[in-house]
């Protein structure tokens, strides 16, 4: 069974430009977050969707925006990148969300470099 | 709010031996979860093992059993015969609260060297 895939692996961009990353979930799941992890911040929870709603939202600038489709694949967004965005971004999918019991799978990441 | 504390920022274990890495949590919901994670180098985070709030015995997953001791706030990682591949950064994590859909409050994680 295909693990949680994240395109592209690692990117380049800079300042002032924008980004889209891509999660396609294990089959089956409908829940997709998304993770910022940074050196200093440690993780930090992004946003989660569920059936192509929103339910879920951390404490991020509306720069970081994202939506999932019908067939449960999620895109996220950053736009006007900062040198601060910098990170690796980590996307995870489960059947329903961890409060509904369910496990939490993780991508290998998106590793993002802005300058 | 939720929060995860790992106390230990590296630990060293030799080839073959047992080692705990601990995790403390807190929370004001009766209803949570508790996450092991290994993240390599690389970057990917595997799943290792979980605990739900109202299981009765410890989890345990292979080489991975989880020391849930509720009234401590304790959930702490043992990993049983260390193997060189196990040396990486493991995460301790949290859900909390019927409504925190999806969302996970991580520890600042521990890194793990397994010696020859």
């Known amino acids: 069974k295909a693990g949680v895939t994240q395109t592209p692996r690692y990117l380049i961009k800079t300042r002032g430009q924008q980004v889209t990353l891509s999660c396609s979930p294990i089959s089956g799941h409908r829940s997709v977050s998304w993770y910022q992890q940074t050196p200093g911040q440690g993780l930090q929870f992004l946003f989660e969707y569920f059936s192509e709603t929103q339910r879920n939202k951390g404490n991020f600038p509306g720069r970081f925006s994202g939506r999932q489709f019908s067939n449960s694949r999620s895109e996220m967004n950053v736009s006007t990148l900062e040198l601060g965005d910098s990170a690796l971004y980590l996307c995870?999918?489960?059947?329903?969300?961890?409060?509904?019991?369910?496990?939490?799978?993780f991508g290998e990441g998106s590793w993002l470099t802005v300058v | 709010a939720q929060k995860i504390t790992q106390t230990q920022p590296g630990m060293f274990v030799q080839e073959k031996e047992a080692v705990t890495l601990d995790c403390t949590y807190d929370t004001s919901d009766q209803s949570y979860g508790l996450f092991w994670y290994k993240q390599p180098s690389s970057g990917e985070m595997i799943f290792l093992i979980y605990q739900g709030s109202y299981d009765e015995q410890n989890a345990t997953e292979g080489r991975y059993s989880l020391n849930f001791q509720k009234a401590r706030k304790s959930a702490n990682l043992v990993i049983s015969a260390s193997q060189l591949g196990d040396s990486a950064m493991y995460f301790c994590?949290?859900?909390?609260?019927?409504?925190?859909?999806?969302?996970?409050?991580f520890g600042q994680g521990t890194i793990l060297t397994v010696h020859p």
């Open positions: 994590a949290m859900w909390a609260g019927g409504t925190s859909y999806g969302k996970l409050t």
């Open positions: 995870a999918s489960s059947l329903g969300g961890p409060e509904s019991g369910n496990t939490i799978y």
